[in-house]
């Protein structure tokens, strides 16, 4: 688990927003947003498969920002079901960008709920990296939209996730064109399978970024 010392304050619409901080490894390439799974099933930010994607992205030279989105933990405000989430999403990249001008590179991502959040989000602030794991899409009564550039889309899912079906990835990348990498015997939760989807990541996000950043990263 990341430290908790690396917990910041940062102003959101609805209040303040108790956020992680994980720095890059190596020189700063840019900045990435992580969003964590569905509050109302205990989703927060200390979730080990948003740490895990953050750790993989801070390895790429990404500072890594993951929000507890409105209503979690020691946020302010309330739970809205995606709608005002994506505007604290949208507060916390901004905050992130003032931070590391330097770091030209934008990541939004999201697990489940997260990805959810992070394709409202993606709309707003045209990421150079999206990155959806085991996104909750056909998943709630209030539609998703597309990828803004399905070329700087990437899409990780386990081959049996209980909550949200394979077949619901599928059915929202085919129409976009968007590849689906999917782990195998992997559930939604990705368990005994946290080290296969680091090493996806560190293997992949390169394709869609160029690169490969961080000290002990092989290019």
Known sequence: ????????????????????????????????????????????????????????????????????????????????????????????????????????????????????????????????LLLLVAPAVNHYENREPAAPDASKTLLVHGETDEIVGLEKAFKWAAPQDIPVLVLPESSHFFHGKLIVLRETLLRFVPVVVGGRQADGVAG
């Open 1 to 128: 688990m990341l430290k908790p010392i690396n917990q910041l304050h940062i102003p959101g619409p609805a209040g303040i927003l108790e956020t992680i901080y994980l720095p890059a490894q190596g020189q700063g390439r840019g900045v990435a947003v992580i969003n964590h799974p569905n509050p109302l099933q205990g989703g927060t930010n200390t979730n080990k498969v948003i740490q895990t994607v953050a750790k993989a992205l801070s390895m790429l030279g990404f500072h890594c920002y993951l929000p507890n989105l409105r209503g979690v933990g020691n946020s302010e405000g309330s739970h809205d079901y995606g709608r005002g989430e994506a505007d604290d999403c949208v507060a916390v990249i901004d905050y992130a960008r003032a931070k590391h001008p330097e770091a030209a590179l934008l990541a939004i991502s999201g697990f489940s709920f997260g990805g959810y959040v992070s394709l409202f989000a993606a709309q707003r602030r045209e990421p150079n």
